[in-house]
């Protein structure tokens, strides 16, 4: 392939233009060598494509597989139990305490009579009303004691997640790592890997 032609189809690969045939021949073109200067970066594209179609795809159940490892190493049987019986549990009995906690308050609420003539009387009765209601509204938050535990349950459920997330940030940094030596030493990746 002479320099012409092989600059008109790296052209029309990168404008995606190339059929699959031409796209074969800048493979085997830049797999066998002799390749002109100023296209080493296309050397290096192509002979990665040759290099990755050796590369098997992952399983069908790859995705669930990594899904039960980490699972299983975050997560004890006894505690994932509680938590898929538990927290529904909790959850009913919260939606009952605030229902049952709205009934009482509305349903003991008493009619105002008419008002009073005298304000120091007016005073005394509007203060006994506001205790009545702040002890009523006291009574009520701690019912929704219960509430703040699930909340607690729920943070305590994401850990595991959070912890395999780490693990899987670090392991991405050290892969990354890895790439900026290979940069350093000047040494493609696809040199490094096969040795």
């Known amino acids: 392939m002479n320099e012409e032609e092989l600059k008109r189809l790296i052209e029309k690969y990168y ?3 190339t059929s699959d045939e031409e796209e074969r021949a800048l493979r085997d073109f830049f797999r066998k060598g002799n390749i002109p200067e100023g296209y ?8 990665y494509y040759t290099e990755s179609s050796g590369i098997p795809e992952p399983d069908v159940d790859f995705e669930a597989r990594i899904l039960a490892g980490i699972d ?10 509680l938590k898929k019986y538990l927290l529904p549990l909790l959850g009913a009995a919260a939606g009952i305490l605030i229902l049952a906690g ?11 009579e008419d008002t009073f003539s005298d304000p120091q009387i007016a005073y005394a009765e509007t203060i006994k009303i506001l205790r009545d209601v702040s002890s009523q509204l006291n009574q009520g938050a701690q019912e929704l004691e219960p509430v703040g535990k699930m909340n607690e349950m729920a943070k305590k459920g994401f850990e595991p997640i959070n912890k395999s997330a780490r693990i899987i940030e670090k392991n991405l940094k050290n892969l ?3 790439q900026k030596a290979l940069k350093i030493t ?6 490094k890997t096969n040795k």
């Open 15 to 17: 404008s995606g233009e």
């Open 40 to 47: 080493e970066s296309e050397r290096l594209i192509f002979s």
């Open 72 to 81: 299983a190493s975050g997560l004890r049987n006894g505690s994932q139990k």
């Open 102 to 112: 709205s009934y009482f308050f509305f349903a003991s609420r008493t009619v105002s």
């Open 176 to 178: 990354d790592y890895l």
């Open 186 to 191: 000047n040494v493609p990746a696809d040199k």
